[in-house]
């Protein structure tokens, strides 16, 4: 059976940064990752790549950031002052979060904290390698509830 809209998709993926080849992201040692697709779980290129791939088939494909995590946005990028951080001691490259989200410490004087709310891949082609390993019709609790149920899925 073929990857379309509402199809419920396990597959296993290992996502990694095509000029080191680091790999950011793999669900090695674990259960395959279910979703439904067509419900914008997944970034945009994820599921556009895997349309018309059949179950037991292996692909390998490279996201531009367009189609990944966005390209890097300079407006969430911002100046806090390091007061506001109160008993927390930041540090570059700690992630924390906030009432907007999670965001990333870039850089600290001694006055104030540059903090970045883009994702951490935002502005970064990425390449993933996917074995799909299921392809099944969505029940139609699946489809309403607009995610996967079962192994690997939602749980409730």
């Known amino acids: 059976s073929e990857i379309t809209k509402n199809k419920v998709v396990r597959v296993h993926y290992t996502g990694t940064h095509p000029d080191s080849g680091e790999v950011f992201d793999s669900s090695e040692g674990k259960e395959p990752l279910a979703f439904l697709v067509g419900q914008k779980q997944m970034i945009p290129g994820f599921e556009r790549e895997l349309m018309g791939v059949t179950q037991g088939e292996k692909v390998e494909f490279t996201l531009p950031p367009q189609d990944a995590y966005g390209q890097h946005d300079s407006d969430k ?80």
């Open 77 to 156: 990028v911002q100046q806090i002052p390091l007061e506001t951080f109160g008993e927390i001691a930041p540090e570059v490259g700690m992630t924390l979060l906030s009432d907007l989200g999670p965001f990333i410490v870039t850089e600290i004087t001694d006055e104030s904290v540059t903090v970045d709310f883009n994702h951490a891949l935002a502005g970064k082609s990425l390449t993933f390698s996917v074995e799909v390993i299921e392809v099944r019709e969505a029940t139609d609790e699946e489809i309403s509830h607009g995610h996967a149920h079962g192994p690997g899925g939602v749980q409730h």
